[in-house]
């Protein structure tokens, strides 16, 4: 404490007490020139350190707790979701997992009554998943309404059916839903959430019984609770796409309203099939046409270092530079002499050709012209969407490769192709297991 607090009394904390801008106290570690650069950065700064906050005070938690800075579970007796913990529905990964904190109380009765509800839920959001798929391939033949002329088949799918549907027949449907719901089947308290006396395996009224063997019952319940939660994911995605793009299948061409439209990057290149135009992550929302390009200019220059070092991973198996022919493979090349200083000049090698040569022939992302006239001369490719869509694909996926081999090398020391060669059982496997149902 003595120490943190030399350190703030002396080390130009007097800045920010007379006037300063707060939290500048005339260090230069993360600092820049450059007003936008800077920004940025203070912009990480804060971001990172809110970060750190809520963590560290989600370790304290932790620690105080379990008696452990990591949280074991095991450690926590005293936890009142342990009289939940072996209900059905604790699965791996997250095992008990309730975030909000609705089983804190222990209460048992509660606990039965929510887990009716998402029950329900989960076989409701169940069945409206399907409907969403089944009728783009399957309708039923004859009218809706006769008394309007409307056929099924003259129904769209999704959220705009409400408007096609007659309002009586919406509120038939409720009524027979409601019927079910609360007259046919009702709990037991006798018997487990969602048993119901009256329905069978899969809901058929008095048909086959509950299964016999205990351990199987268990697994399928377990399925069931699984899948009511995704198909519970799944509709709201659902519905929250068919809102946005009035297509129940979200095509982006419909949604008109989105900020990422200002610029229309879907129309770039990369913009492939089976994702389109792909920002999970949002970093294009609010962008301009200058940031765009900056990112592909990245992605274009990491896909091409990981392609080459693909090939590099697989090269060195055969072949080696003079005088590193007993250097491992893989990482372990960068703790041994003479590859690390081998890769001391090829890094500032680099950089020279990256910051002074390249630099001034790029005429946009990616593009440094054509030196060795390979397209000129018609050798190989050229500069249409076709070729520019399949260098970024196999970049792509060269840096996906890359990551694997560099993770896979770390951990069993094989180099890229010794990697290969342990995978083909396994993919020969796969292959005899899965052709006989491909299409």
């Given amino acids: 404490v003595l120490f943190c607090g030399s350190l703030e009394a002396n080390w130009g904390y007097d800045k920010y007490t007379k006037g300063g801008n707060p939290g500048e106290y005339g260090w ?11 920004k940025r950065k203070l912009n990480a700064e804060l971001a990172n350190g809110r970060l750190a906050m809520m963590a560290v005070t989600g370790m304290f938690f932790q620690d105080g707790l379990t008696g452990s800075a990591w949280g074991d579970w095991g450690l926590y007796t005293d936890s009142p979701l342990r009289a939940f913990e072996n209900e059905l529905g604790v699965q791996a990964p997250t095992g008990f997992w309730d975030p909000a904190g609705y089983s804190k109380d222990g209460d048992a009765a509660v606990f039965r009554r929510r887990r009716e509800t998402e029950l329900k839920h989960g076989r409701v959001a169940m069945f409206a998943t399907l409907g969403y798929i089944v009728p783009e391939y399957v309708r039923f033949p004859g009218y ?13 799918a999704g959220l705009s059916a409400l408007s096609k549907v007659p309002t009586v027949g919406i509120v038939q449907i409720f009524l027979f839903m409601g019927l079910v719901d609360f007259c046919y089947y009702q709990q037991d308290p006798s018997r487990e959430p969602g048993d119901f006396a009256n329905g069978g395996i899969l809901g058929v009224p008095n048909g086959s019984g509950p299964i016999k063997d205990p351990e199987v019952r268990k697994t399928k319940l377990n399925s069931e609770l699984a899948n009511g939660r995704l198909a519970m994911m799944a509709i709201m995605g659902m519905f929250f796409q068919d809102g946005l793009t009035g297509s129940a299948w979200g095509d982006w061409a419909l949604f008109e309203g989105s900020p990422l439209r200002a610029f229309e990057a879907s129309k770039e290149v990369g913009a492939v099939e089976p994702f389109g135009f792909w920002d ?45 022919f007993d250097v491992p493979d893989g990482i ?13 000049c090829l890094f500032l090698l680099t950089g020279f050709f990256e910051l002074r040569v390249l630099a001034e022939r790029e005429t946009e992302p990616g593009n440094f012209g054509d030196p060795f006239k390979i397209v000129e001369n018609k050798l190989v490719g050229g ?25 896979a090398n770390y951990a069993t020391g094989l180099d890229a192709f010794e990697q290969w060669e342990q995978a083909r059982p396994v993919f020969l496997q796969y292959l005899k297991t899965t052709l006989p149902y491909s299409p």
């Fill in 383 to 407: 500069y249409d969407e076709t070729w520019r869509n399949f260098e970024l694909n196999n970049g792509r996926l060269a840096m996906f490769g890359a990551i694997g081999t560099i993770a």
């Fill in 280 to 324: 999970p992550a949002g970093l294009t929302v609010g962008r301009d046409e200058t940031w765009f390009k900056k990112m592909r200019g990245f992605e274009l220059k990491h896909g091409r270092v990981a392609m080459m070092a693909i090939v590099g991973f697989l090269g060195q198996h055969f072949w080696r530079f003079p005088g590193c």
């Fill in 28 to 38: 230069k570690a993360i600092t820049s020139t450059d007003p936008e650069v800077r």
């Fill in 144 to 156: 809706l309404s006769p008394s309007q002329g409307l056929e099924f088949k003259d129904v769209p």
């Fill in 332 to 344: 372990g090349a960068l703790k041994t002499m003479p590859a690390s200083a081998n890769f001391a």
